[in-house]
């Protein structure tokens, strides 16, 4: 049966070529007074840095530099937040991947926020306004751009949280794919994995409609065509296109409307990866979701496995629905493996030395994030973690 459900995406996307040069029609009525973010300096090896002052002559630009992979609280969110109230800030513009844009996103609120920002990041307070943040995209992975949330990291407390508030939805998202030429192999397949993720989280799920499913299934058919073509052949603009677009999805509510809630739960796993270990989040979740896959393997969840295996991997379905269930997982694991993914955590520098610390953490943040599909234990994320080694 299709749930009941309230959907609202505020966000404007302006996809393709070129489209960065509409940047000024955006920021014009947002105010004059930017805070300019992003990365480790890709943005100015491209090009992009110089274009966006270009574009926003007679503005005035305040900067932070230096946004990490699985951003910090500290330094770059409080860095930004102090940035937006002493220069006064009007808009943040986010120039680079979801990592940027995730730590803008609470910079957003925390500017707004007379308090640590840490309480809005963890729910103790509800934030009250945020400031307005445009987006351009420089890697297909999160979908960030298309969504109100992020998540930021606490590296003294090993927290990474997701932080999500319908204030935070970009003004507008500008996704040029061309700008994502320059992204190496190793962090496309790792976006590829994220958003390939991010779809199977919301599959995975109780109550499921047909509309649904035919998305995600279209999705991740896209994305298992394009992404050993865009690996091969970076500029090819069809493949990074088509990429970019499916990513754009990947959490924005639209492929769970009408389903039940799945909980997330490989992403709390992973979370508790890269907040200890600092790895690159969708490498993290290639390894993660076939251990995950076959550990929830059942009777009850029989059907979701028949489902994908028979839809997107074209398995035949006169087969007993059990081989359908293994094949649908080796199938998945022989995709993240072909794209050049590694596919256990001791190729991630991972060791078994804090699985049963990771696992208590994880459980505490899946107890937080509402119904799960299939409840894990302590002793479930720890034997899915052992099984990944």
Known sequence: MIQNFDYYT????????????????????LGKRVLLTYGGGS??????????????????ITELPGIEPNPKYNPSVLDGV??????????????????????SKAIAAGAKYDGDPW??????????????????????????????GGVISRTETNDK??????????????????????????HTAAGVADAFNHVLEQYFCSDHNMVADGFCETLLRTLIHFAPIA?????????????????MYGCNGILALGNSPSGWPMHAIEHALSAYYDITHGEGLAIITPRWMRHILSERTMERFVSLGTHLYGIDPNLPDAEIAEMTIDRTYKFFESIGLPMHLQQVGIDNSRLREMAQHVKEDVQQSGPQYVTLTVDDVEGILADSL
């Open 119 to 148: 309480d809005l990041i963890t729910y103790k307070v509800k934030a009250q306004a945020a400031l307005p943040i445009v987006d351009i995209m420089t890697l297909a992975a999160t979908g960030s751009e298309y969504d109100a």
């Open 231 to 247: 690996i091969a052949h970076p500029d090819d603009y069809q493949a990074r296109a088509e990429i970019m677009y499916a990513c």
């Open 161 to 186: 949280i997701p932080y999500i508030d319908p204030l935070l939805y970009p003004v507008c998202s500008f996704l040029d794919p061309t700008y994502t030429f320059t992204v190496n192999a190793k």
């Open 10 to 29: 505020p966000t404007r996307v302006i996809f393709g070529k070129g489209v960065v040069d509409q940047l000024p029609e955006v920021m014009k009525p």
């Open 43 to 60: 943005i100015k090896r491209n090009g992009l840095y110089d274009k966006v002052l270009d574009l926003l002559k007679g503005y005035e």
């Open 82 to 103: 102090r940035l937006c109230k002493e220069n006064n800030i009007d808009v943040i513009l986010s120039v680079g991947g979801g990592s940027v844009l995730d730590c």
